[in-house]
């Protein structure tokens, strides 16, 4: 009895830092969306405060007595698995919590909100020179925070691990070598194969009103409940927020369409996933999302999976020339699917096509490597990055905005997520060939404009799972199997042999 | 030097308030502003939750104590006057505070944050009874907390009081009975002027980007910093915010493009106050604004003294019409002029003319009066107020949304605000009579195009000194006098004995 007195006053304390931690992300949300660029200031002040008072209720030694109390307790194994999860999520993340000094966190938050603004400002300026403290500022404080975590590991392995639990360089290694092999192969046979898809089909001038638009009726017909969210437009296209209040972003160019397009059906993936979470266990910390890779996966679900694929475009086509007015009445369902899914070495990550994508990612993941190392410093990176990017993707990086600057990530310290992207791929592509097991038509469905039964599969078999399992657990329960990046390997080859005809 | 560490660890905790304050401002502004609508339940648990908290910081034993300390410290009166000002206003707001029981805090910032939704759904389908039972809740609320604050005093009287420091109904009444004499009398001579407008002129369709031009032109004219604030739409104009970040809203019509600018150019008022708040006192009670009807006197300034004055329009008109394309080539200085002049009697208050404006605020204010003394109940009120609008301005309510419901305030609680608006008009008469002595070719620089003069005296004279005096004193600082009606009696009947003349 005294011991599930004790759970519930710990899932009440939870509560209670969810909220914060709602607060945090509009103050966040705001900040990239509305906020004036003369209160950055004001809003370090703000979030600094906010996250102090956060870890100052997380570190509260009451949650420490509570957990101990309740493990020690005789009837401990009589709970169940939920019950058990929760405390497990909620001692680890105590234990990191308490290692962190609250001036630090202070530190941190403040100085992540105006790195945050100077990226913007370099971004904006072509001017790396502006950001280029802060940049340095945010790298050594994020591995003064992963020592306080963990001092006996490599910084870099601490923030793999927290962004994705269980994850080491040597894991992604085994990953990304394959990958990396079946790509530069697949690159090869696309190239020689002669097709040339005519990307001027997409490269139309489209109005920003049209675009917008596109946008909403993409999100709605993705299943994107529109009263518990909505849509805006930031430097960075990216979803905050939780349960009732989802906002997503994307980012308009008026000569290239796919851009927002595929942002937006990509965000709206991630919302999907916080929309859908389990009713039944919110604010409870087994009731969050899973992990980073499990939300890309979403993401990267509703962009490529369903937004890249035959079958949606074989229902839509039509509705999408009919919102568009006269600009696409010429284009033929083959072209247009194969202008969409061309494949071309590019500048930008966010709009690159499904088989380079997984390039962009390994490329940040080894600078982000070899600077934890040492191997290169914060004033090097424009050189390295335009090097890497001629190795890697052979193409020139004509400016910074396109080149090292263009990701907000490493602008408020995140370090050690971009890898995350193309596990969520990998995820994404196992899922996937499970629903075809489970849903063998799926493809007809979805050419009949049926996207519901997809949404629902992803909401019952991922989103309503929340936080239950460790990643690869929940890949496991979801397929029968360990993630395993065949299966994107896979996809990968049927979709682009298929495609560009070899 | 003890009481003097005291008094700054006291003023480190007021900072702390303020910062929470502004975190509850910008969760309000958001609600008005973007917040979808199903995510109502999970913003009034974030709002309860910064409510508590900044409850609970505010009657936190240890600022008694501190302030026990100070007051009683022999060195004390080596104190000066800004210091025993701070003192003065954290003692006072303790003091309000401490008689607050918490659950009522997160039980009234709940209720409210839901009442306002509920409000703007009532607006929108003009329909009292979907909001009816969330007023009567936010009533009962809102009398229990003046209750609280003192229960020997008639509620009434104790909100008058909290938007004001100092005034009551007789004192109200002081001022409202000549105010309302006058102002009729002043109607009866404009009507028997037999002088009409041509209203015509200003009820002509512009479109809405160019609306929302004119208000980012004048935002800049009037000296508002837009790199410290920003303008958007909600279903009744508001400010928010203070110091770097101010939102100003509005809303647009189609047909009366006048609606949206005087409402830009009252909320500027308000905006410009915050933003001009002076610098060295940031964080501190006397850095505060002073008073509701201080706040107003600005808005009011910047709307009527400026926006509707022959000597703003002598200079601006040209730069108008040029805005607005060819909508307005015809339009005559003098027919402008009388026409956003018009003194006609209309339904809704915040697009009233000079003259009728104070007879919507009296109205409210005798309704708020008989509504605390019993003498109406709630489910009357539409009836009441359609029945007093024909009896003071002669004008019959076509639907409820443009009547009882018109007006976002008692939804959240504000019951005893409207008040503050005419005394907002009687200050800044008062203002602008001390105004014309200090600059008194003030007229002529306005038809130059020099707004920065009369904005530069407002932020030396007002803006500048905060919250260092209560209103009354405040009046009397900038002009000599307690604040006395007759000056805007006078302006009144100057202004528009003029333009009607008589």
């Known amino acids: ?66 957990l101990k109390k309740i493990k ?20 680890r993340d105590y234990d990191r919590a308490i290692k962190i000094p609250p001036e630090f966190v202070e530190e941190y938050t403040k100085a992540s909100v105006i790195s945050v603004e100077k990226w913007k400002e370099a971004r904006t300026n072509d001017d790396f020179s502006v950001f280029k403290p802060y940049l340095e500022k945010m790298f050594e404080l994020t591995k003064k925070y992963a020592n306080f975590l963990n001092p006996d590991l490599p910084a870099y392995e601490v923030l793999l691990d927290l962004y994705e639990p269980g994850m080491t360089t040597e894991q992604y290694n085994k990953i990304f070598d394959p990958l ?37 009726d993409l999100m709605n017909l993705l299943n994107f409940d529109m009263d518990r969210g909505r849509i805006d437009v930031s430097a ?77 475009w074989w229902f839509y086509l039509e509705k999408f020339k009919e919102l568009m007015g ?25 709009e690159a096509d499904e088989v380079t994508y997984n390039l962009h990612i390994i490329l940040r993941f080894e600078i982000e490597r070899d600077l934890f190392e040492g191997k290169i410093k914060i004033d090097e990176l424009p050189e390295v990055w335009n090097k890497k990017m001629k190795e890697m993707l052979g ?29 969520g791929n990998v995820y994404g592509a196992q899922f996937s060939a499970k629903l075809v097991k489970d849903i063998p038509d799926w493809n007809v469905k979805l050419e009949k404009g049926d996207i519901k039964s997809l949404t629902d599969w992803l909401t019952e078999n991922i989103h309503h799972k929340g936080n239950l399992f460790d990643p690869p657990e929940l890949v496991k329960e979801v397929t029968g199997e360990l993630p395993d990046p065949k299966y994107l390997i896979q996809h990968l080859n049927d979709k682009y042999s298929y ?4």
């Open 395 to 423: 193409v020139n990086v004509d400016k910074i905005s396109n080149g090292v600057i263009q990701d907000i990530h490493w602008s408020g310290g995140s370090f050690g997520y971009f890898p995350t992207y193309t596990l």
């Open 499 to 502: 495609l560009y005809g070899f």
């Open 180 to 216: 990396k092999n079946a790509t530069v192969e697949l690159l090869e046979k696309i190239n020689q194969s002669g097709k040339k898809p005519d990307l001027s089909l997409i490269r139309r001038e489209v109005p920003l009103e049209l675009q917008q638009k596109l946008s909403i």
């Open 326 to 350: 006269d600009i696409f009445s010429d284009a033929t369902y083959d072209d247009f699917i194969l202008a969409i899914n061309a494949v071309q070495p590019s500048l930008i990550r966010v």
């Open 72 to 91: 020690e307790h005789p009837d401990y194994d009589t709970l169940g698995y939920q019950e058990k999860r929760n405390i497990y999520l909620i001692q």
């Open 236 to 312: 960075h296209p990216f979803t905050g927020g939780e349960y009732d209040d989802i906002r997503i972003t994307t980012r308009y160019s008026l000569d290239d369409f796919t851009g927002s397009l595929f942002a937006v059906m990509h965000e709206t993936g991630h919302g999907c996933y916080e929309q859908n979470l389990p009713d039944d266990l919110r604010y409870q910390p087994i009731g969050n999302y899973c992990s980073m890779g499990v939300h890309e996966s979403q993401s990267r679900f509703y962009e490529n999976i369903i937004g890249r694929s035959k079958s949606f």
């Open 1 to 66: 009895m005294i011991m599930l007195e004790q759970y519930d006053k710990l899932l009440k304390r939870m509560k209670e830092l969810r909220v914060i931690g709602q607060i945090a992300q509009l103050l966040g949300w705001d900040q990239q969306v509305m906020m004036p660029k003369g209160s950055v200031m004001q809003r370090s002040e703000q979030q600094a405060f906010v996250a102090t008072l956060a870890h100052s209720k997380q570190t509260d030694p009451e949650v420490g007595k509570m």
